[in-house]
């Protein structure tokens, strides 16, 4: 199998990335899937290796020859944790998929217990996975969905490809790169502060970068864990009043310090001020706005620091019906029509 990382290149502005010292090995195909998974996790990966080692040139590191396993980078993708060899669950236990009155089938997210707290309550039934299933059944999906959008809940009638294609919020987000890049401010590129001739072959390409991961969940967790397997010293910003899930933070946790901030006071606002200043990319990943809404935006953090690298990660974008949107990967699955197209394709495959 030859890396192709044409797809995943033209997601991202600029130059493409020269990936010859990567080399594939493996099975070819360790993913079944309705879409290509496999290539496009390895186009993925020697993505993301191509611009650490590119990144690393600057600093005189020279590129090492590397190895990609399609399994190993499968089972680097794939969650599963244990503690004193018990599995911790992955899913709440309300969390799931329900048939609806209208032949339709519905995606609760139920990790947060808040957000169990507020399904049950515009259900109006007791907390238990019988109880919400039957008030579920008694709902038609689309209007369910979007009482629970309104309350700020976490749900998501399972569509096909073809109804959302046809959706206002997919006609709005269409024409939208997957990735945009803006210049807050004129800066030196953050590579010049990090040309370091001194440095040798072992160091890694990313080494002595500082980045602040404010994020919760898988997307904005796995880039933060991604830069700190490429040497970054990663710090993950929480909040005790924060509700979290598990097993995210312990599978997305390795190479991270960990602190914990409330913004909301004065004293967590003036550490947060001074982190900023000490930090060359930070990762916001949560909802649109909701940092911004503390006085923490991207502007603030370019004049804290000059050339400060700053990702935002959304479910369903700053544009559109459904802009600053609650959601989750699996969410955003169901809603587009890959859970569908998943479920059609394993039908096909077994028969059932």
């Not at 990735?179 to 030196?188: G, K, T």
């Not at 000059?306 to 369903?316: K, N, T």
């Not at 459904?322 to 077994?350: K, M, N």
Request: charged share 20%.
């Amino acid at each position: 199998m030859e890396i192709d990382v044409g797809e995943a290149a033209r997601c991202v502005p600029g130059a493409g990335l020269d990936v010859s010292h990567i080399a594939l090995t493996g099975r070819e195909h360790v993913a079944a899937s309705a879409f290509d998974v496999t290539g496009r996790l390895a186009d993925s990966a020697a993505n993301s290796i191509g611009a650490a080692d590119h990144f690393g040139t600057y600093r005189a590191i020279e590129r090492p020859r590397r190895e990609l396993d399609l399994a190993h980078l499968l089972t680097d993708c794939t969650t599963h944790v244990e503690v004193e060899g018990r599995p911790v669950a992955a899913w709440a236990a309300l969390s799931g998929v329900y048939p609806t009155r209208n032949g339709r089938h519905i995606q609760i997210h139920c990790n947060f217990p808040h957000h169990a707290d507020g399904v049950v309550a515009r259900l109006g039934c007791p907390p238990d996975r019988e109880s919400v299933a039957a008030a579920i059944a008694a709902c038609d999906a689309f209007e369910l969905e979007a009482d629970l959008i309104a309350d700020g809940m976490i749900g998501a009638t399972i569509r096909t490809l073809d109804e959302w294609d046809a959706h206002p919020h997919a006609a709005a987000t269409r024409d939208l790169p997957l990735i945009s890049v803006e210049q807050l401010a004129p800066a030196d590129p953050l590579v010049d502060s990090f040309i370091d001739p001194g440095l040798d072959s072992e160091t890694p390409p990313l080494g002595g970068l500082r980045v602040l991961d404010c994020s919760r969940v898988l997307a904005g967790p796995v880039t933060g864990q991604m830069l700190a397997s490429f040497g970054a010293g990663v710090m993950r910003l929480g909040a005790d009043h924060l509700q979290s899930v598990p097993v995210g933070v312990m599978s997305t946790g390795f190479g991270k310090r960990n602190v914990s901030l409330d913004l909301r006071t004065a004293d967590g606002a003036a550490t947060m001020d001074t982190l900023l200043a000490d930090t060359d990319v930070w990762i916001d990943a949560y909802r649109p706005g909701a940092l911004e809404h503390l006085g923490f935006s991207a502007e603030r953090a370019a004049a804290r620091r000059p050339g400060v690298v700053v990702v935002q990660v959304s479910a369903f974008d700053r544009t559109g019906p459904w802009s600053g949107r609650r959601g989750f990967d699996s969410i955003v699955q169901s809603t587009t029509g890959i859970r569908w197209a998943g479920g059609d394709a394993a039908t096909d495959e077994h028969g059932d």
